[in-house]
């Protein structure tokens, strides 16, 4: 009886160890079936990341409001004095330091929708330095964003951002930021 007994409990054991040896071999069987297809996944979001240069158009999709529209960055340029209605010691609020500026990025906005919509209401822009978002902005140069934009109409005017450093190597405009259907356009120094 104790020899039945222990055979019953080796057969036990036996059966135990092949059982976890063999979902250990399909849990590997699907970690690597599964690490495949997020590899492609991964490659596939890399590919949808849209990149464009000053001069190119964008054609963008609201991530949030489901909506087309078209973005040009038609130049970009830092600057220290007045110009185009915009002075940096006024929104600076006293003299630059040497190496500050007033990054301005002039864009044009074109609703290729079929319903309006409000531009600053549905649409942002995020400026990158070197990769880390800026969050001074000012709104005031670019008021034509606040009115309703038909479809097939278009605007143009001045974005602009402080604290820009002459040393900083890039920048980089962003809409649709952190969305899958974020758009970047690469804005070289312009004193570099």
Same mark, same amino acid.
């Given at each position: 009886m104790k020899k039945i007994l222990i055979s019953f409990l080796f057969l036990g054991f036996l059966f135990l160890i092949a059982g976890c040896s063999d979902s250990s071999d399909n849990e590997n069987e699907s970690k690597d079936t599964k690490e495949t297809p997020n590899e492609d996944v991964g490659k596939v979001e890399n590919k949808e990341k849209k990149i464009y240069q000053i001069g190119e158009t964008a054609e963008i999709k609201s991530g949030l409001y489901d909506f087309p529209y078209e973005v040009t960055v038609?130049?970009?340029?830092? %600057? #220290?004095?007045?110009?185009? $209605? %915009?002075?940096?010691?006024?929104?600076? $609020?006293?003299?630059?330091?040497?190496?500050?500026?007033?990054?301005?990025?002039?864009?044009? %906005? #074109?609703?290729?929708?079929?319903?309006?919509?409000?531009?600053?209401?549905?649409?942002?822009?995020? *400026?990158? %330095?070197?990769? #880390?978002?800026?969050?001074?902005?000012?709104?005031?140069?670019?008021?034509?964003?606040?009115?309703?934009?038909?479809?097939?109409?278009?605007?143009?005017?001045?974005?602009?951002?402080?604290?820009?450093?002459?040393?900083?190597?890039? *920048?980089?405009?962003?809409?649709?930021f952190k969305d899958s259907q974020e758009t970047r356009f690469i804005l070289p120094n312009p004193n570099k």
């Amino acid at each position: 009886m104790k020899k039945i007994l222990i055979s019953f409990l080796f057969l036990g054991f036996l059966f135990l160890i092949a059982g976890c040896s063999d979902s250990s071999d399909n849990e590997n069987e699907s970690k690597d079936t599964k690490e495949t297809p997020n590899e492609d996944v991964g490659k596939v979001e890399n590919k949808e990341k849209k990149i464009y240069q000053i001069g190119e158009t964008a054609e963008i999709k609201s991530g949030l409001y489901d909506f087309p529209y078209e973005v040009t960055v038609n130049s970009f340029e830092l %600057i #220290k004095e007045e110009k185009n $209605g %915009i002075n940096p010691t006024e929104l600076y $609020g006293g003299e630059l330091e040497p190496e500050e500026s007033i990054a301005v990025a002039n864009v044009t %906005i #074109k609703n290729t929708s079929d319903k309006s919509f409000i531009p600053s209401e549905k649409i942002s822009a995020q *400026f990158l %330095i070197e990769g #880390k978002a800026s969050q001074n902005s000012f709104d005031q140069f670019f008021t034509e964003r606040n009115k309703e934009l038909a479809p097939g109409q278009e605007i143009t005017g001045d974005l602009a951002y402080f604290n820009m450093y002459e040393s900083n190597k890039d *920048f980089q405009l962003v809409y649709e930021f952190k969305d899958s259907q974020e758009t970047r356009f690469i804005l070289p120094n312009p004193n570099k």
